[in-house]
């Protein structure tokens, strides 16, 4: 069965986990593409805000609904992120909710679930964003209303590599995944966003997933992180 607290410690988020690390650079005479990409692959940005979502995973004849909200810290390549799932009801079985905490900070990631015991291991191996913004390529596809802000929308024109988005989460496949990043004019990151669908496989039952999500970037500055007492 596919509980909360099992797709939370499963599915990594490992998007939101290593997904911006740029800085706040005096703009110039260069083009929003260009400045957004020296502020997202630069190595002191630090960056604050909501993390939202949905998502959703159909297997053995049932489908699973979550909505996903929490908050989302980076600064330079330590991350925090709070997770909150809330599982819809299904005819079997009764709606939930699965609290996650994640901290990356040096070498070490801290993790613990609905409140308990942090458990630390080792940082994982995941494609950095400088490699990733290369790969996927952006292209800006105008001005829209997002995050309660006129910004452009920078989507990605090639597949986002699976070890940026899941980590090293093990049982992925069939990836069909999309990164959209909003900038200001300047060429400021103010969030992205991640949707898709992939198959999971979770204790031996594969299930077809489709999820959004995505961070805003409320604060770009004051930013603190730190190893959690344990």
Same mark, same amino acid.
């Given at each position: 069965?596919?509980?909360?607290?099992?797709?939370?410690?499963?599915?990594?988020?490992?998007?939101?986990?290593?997904?911006?690390?740029?800085?706040?650079?005096?703009?110039?005479?260069?083009?929003?593409?260009?400045?957004?990409?020296?502020?997202?692959?630069?190595?002191?940005?630090?960056?604050?805000?909501?993390?939202?979502?949905?998502?959703?995973?159909?297997?053995?004849?049932?489908?699973?609904?979550?909505?996903?909200?929490? /908050?989302?810290?980076?600064?330079?390549?330590?991350?925090?992120?709070?997770?909150?799932?809330?599982?819809?009801?299904?005819?079997?079985?009764?709606?939930?909710?699965?609290?996650?905490?994640?901290?990356?900070?040096?070498?070490?990631?801290?993790?613990?679930?609905?409140?308990?015991?942090?458990?630390?291991?080792?940082?994982?191996?995941?494609?950095?964003?400088?490699?990733?913004?290369?790969?996927?390529?952006?292209?800006?596809?105008?001005?829209?209303?997002?995050?309660?802000?006129?910004?452009?929308?920078?989507?990605? /024109?090639?597949?986002?590599?699976?070890?940026?988005?899941?980590?090293? /989460?093990?049982?992925?496949?069939?990836?069909?995944?999309?990164?959209?990043?909003?900038?200001?004019?300047?060429?400021?990151?103010?969030?992205?966003?991640?949707?898709?669908?992939?198959?999971?496989?979770?204790?031996?039952?594969?299930?077809?997933?489709?999820?959004?999500?995505?961070?805003?970037?409320?604060?770009?500055?004051?930013?603190?992180?730190?190893?959690?007492?344990?």
């Amino acid at each position: 069965m596919f509980s909360s607290a099992s797709i939370a410690r499963r599915f990594g988020l490992a998007v939101l986990a290593v997904a911006v690390v740029g800085s706040v650079a005096a703009c110039g005479s260069k083009s929003l593409m260009d400045n957004f990409t020296d502020k997202i692959t630069a190595s002191d940005f630090q960056a604050a805000g909501a993390l939202t979502g949905s998502y959703s995973v159909a297997a053995a004849g049932v489908t699973y609904s979550a909505t996903i909200t929490g /908050t989302e810290k980076i600064k330079g390549q330590d991350t925090s992120q709070e997770m909150t799932m809330s599982m819809a009801a299904t005819d079997s079985t009764p709606a939930s909710t699965s609290e996650t905490d994640t901290i990356t900070v040096g070498d070490s990631t801290y993790t613990r679930s609905d409140g308990g015991t942090w458990t630390k291991t080792a940082r994982g191996s995941e494609t950095d964003i400088k490699t990733v913004v290369s790969q996927v390529g952006l292209t800006d596809k105008g001005v829209e209303s997002h995050f309660g802000q006129q910004l452009h929308r920078l989507e990605s /024109t090639k597949p986002v590599p699976d070890s940026f988005i899941f980590g090293d /989460t093990t049982g992925i496949s069939d990836t069909n995944m999309t990164l959209t990043f909003w900038a200001k004019d300047d060429g400021t990151p103010a969030g992205m966003t991640m949707a898709g669908t992939y198959t999971q496989d979770m204790s031996g039952t594969s299930g077809a997933v489709t999820i959004s999500m995505e961070v805003s970037f409320d604060t770009l500055s004051g930013v603190d992180i730190s190893a959690p007492s344990m």
